[in-house]
């Protein structure tokens, strides 16, 4: 049962939706702005008429297996770590793009609603926002930079780790939180990496 829901959300997780609605758009995104064929460069690319669709198709495909697992109590327990990594490694590195993939933000989302009910995806929601406020009011209302934006997102995840653990979610969903930590820091590690060479 564990592997065939983690077989099935790795495939939902590496269907590369924005990638291919810039491509049916005549837009490479692997040769466009930072090279991510995820849906934030898509809305840079097309527009955000076309970037909001790769948003919701990019959470979909994260959503979608994590609820229908979790609605019918198919996978419990430390079961549901396997699946949910796999949905974001889907879409992180996809044999439908040479096994390279997006930063997998829309994705953890969709991965975080499916599991909860969107209530960890709703607080992560909020951390992201108290940490955005955060820097505008540092940076006094300078533009944010790539790499900032980038350790909000890794941040943030630890951040949700430890609300989770704060608020008494079970020790599946608070190991799940680290090791969404870890990929995402993995997917950001340009922007990080840039962050540091900065400073």
Aim: hydrophobic share 55%; no cysteine.
């Amino acid at each position: 049962m564990i592997i065939g829901w983690t077989a099935l959300a790795f495939l939902a997780g590496s269907l590369m939706f924005s990638y291919w609605i810039g491509r049916l758009m005549k837009i490479n995104l692997k040769t466009y702005g930072d090279g991510n064929p995820g849906a934030i460069n898509l809305w840079k690319a097309a527009g955000y008429g076309y970037g909001f669709a790769g948003i919701v198709l990019d959470f979909g495909k994260g959503y979608l297996p994590l609820a229908l697992m979790q609605h019918g109590d198919m996978v419990t327990g430390f079961g549901i770590i396997f699946p949910a990594a796999a949905a974001i490694l889907g879409h992180m590195f996809s044999p439908f793009a040479d096994w390279k993939g997006g930063k997998a933000i829309a994705v953890t989302f969709g991965v975080w609603s499916g599991l909860t009910g969107f209530a960890a995806s709703l607080a992560y929601a909020i951390i992201l926002a108290v940490l955005l406020l955060a820097s505008r009011r540092l940076s006094k209302g300078r533009p944010i930079s790539s790499e900032t934006d980038a350790f909000h997102v890794v941040l943030g995840m630890l951040l949700l780790s430890i609300y989770l653990v704060l608020d008494n979610y079970s020790w599946p969903y608070v190991l799940l939180g680290l090791i969404n930590f870890i990929l995402l820091a993995y997917s950001h590690r340009k922007e990080l990496i840039g962050m540091k060479d900065t400073n």
